[in-house]
């Protein structure tokens, strides 16, 4: 999809701190967290709706979320990664994965833009684990 912002990441035309990748997705931080190492999973292949998408693709994508939360707990040691799915902000499927230590820390509302430093240094010490 030419104008969409994620297809743009996975070709490369925008940047992103990436900390996963597959054939077939792409874990990577987002920019605007919730909580600290906030991370995004999409699938390469353009999809505007979750339930929608046909059903390996769907197992697909939960099975690599799977894969990314884990390594986050061990990362970041949080208790759990909270998991978020709306897509209203970018028409392409993606899958949040937030580290969560209480209840209420998956409020969107609580989203602000990081430091880019800082996500270069997060990206790069989440991908040593
Ligand atoms: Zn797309």
Redesign the pocket.
């Known amino acids: 999809?030419p104008d969409?912002l994620?297809?743009k990441i996975?070709t490369g035309d925008i940047p992103c701190h990436k900390i996963w990748e597959d054939d077939a997705h792409l874990a990577f931080l987002d920019i605007n967290p919730i909580q600290e190492g906030h991370t995004l999973v999409i699938p390469k292949a353009?999809a505007s709706y979750l339930f929608d998408m046909d059903d390996p693709s769907y197992q697909h994508l939960l099975a690599a979320s799977k894969q990314v939360a884990t390594h986050l707990k061990n990362a970041l040691q949080v208790p759990r990664i909270g998991v978020g799915v709306e897509g209203f902000a970018v028409?392409?499927v993606h899958v949040h994965l937030v580290p969560v230590s209480g209840v209420g820390q998956l409020d969107s509302s609580n989203a602000a833009p990081a430091d880019q430093a800082f996500l270069v240094q997060l990206a790069q010490k989440i991908k040593k684990i």
């Open positions: 999809m969409c994620f297809c996975v353009h028409d392409h």
